[in-house]
């Protein structure tokens, strides 16, 4: 089974630090991608890697950023968190061509 | 941009059918449908690919019109299982990243 997992389901955080948001991959995907799901608002691109060490941004990157040290693992970074920050964050792997994208199980993110 | 889906929301009784409609204001290479149950990750359901086939899964099934750049979603004799929120994923023709943009969603409640 394709497994994508993240580093923690629930987050709190205080207005003003550095935010830290893991996901690792285990099936040699090329494609990995990061979104913000809000209620009324689907699911919204944040920035997406499409192989190590290169990154796009999506539709909404303003006040993040994104490292791809290595295949399996893309980290989202909230540089200084904020309120309107608050959210749930998923992750999601794909291979190349027309398969499926695999999800994570999300990280809800509270900033206070 | 968005793809837009309609309805935002639809209410069954157990064994009514449903269809949702996803259309896009640009040409469109793919449309994917993912089903996500509340505290759960989107889970995958089907891909239509521009000249393919219609899709199946169980009873659910898809089309996809490219000339109109739309794809429908079909739920026959629905069960209380289908409950959930449903998005269509979009992707344009001509990209190498396999970038999805996903709709807002539409909730779907099958009730006994």
């Known amino acids: 089974d394709v497994k994508v997992t993240q580093s923690s389901r629930y987050l709190v955080k205080r207005t003003g630090e550095k935010v830290f948001l893991e996901c690792v991959q285990d099936?040699?995907?090329?494609?990995m991608f990061w979104y913000r799901q809000d209620p009324g608002l689907g699911l919204r691109l944040i920035y997406f890697?499409?192989?190590?060490?290169?990154?796009e941004k999506g539709d909404i990157p303003e006040g993040y950023s994104v490292s791809r040290e290595k295949k399996e693992r893309f980290s989202l970074i909230l540089e200084s968190a904020s309120t309107n920050q608050t959210s749930m964050y998923l992750c999601?792997?794909?291979?190349?061509?027309?398969?499926?994208?695999?999800f994570g199980p999300g990280t809800r993110l509270t900033v206070t | 941009q968005q793809p837009v889906q309609s309805p935002q929301a639809v209410i069954l009784r157990e064994g009514e059918d449903a269809v949702i409609n996803c259309s896009s204001s640009k040409a469109l290479y793919s449309v994917h449908w993912y089903r996500q149950k509340h505290g759960e990750a989107p889970v995958f359901l089907m891909i239509?690919?521009?000249?393919?086939e219609q899709m199946r899964h169980e009873k659910i099934s898809a089309s996809f019109n490219e000339k109109k750049q739309q794809s429908s979603l079909y739920l026959t004799a629905s069960q209380l299982s289908y409950s959930g929120t449903y998005f269509c994923?979009?992707?344009?023709?001509?990209?190498?990243?396999?970038?999805?943009?996903f709709g807002k969603g539409t909730l779907l409640t099958v009730n006994p």
């Open positions: 994923g979009t992707e344009q023709p001509g990209g190498s990243n396999y970038k999805l943009t």
């Open positions: 239509l690919l521009k000249g393919g």
């Open positions: 999601a792997s794909r291979g190349l061509g027309p398969y499926e994208q695999y």
């Open positions: 099936m040699d995907h090329e494609n």
């Open positions: 890697s499409y192989d190590v060490k290169m990154k």
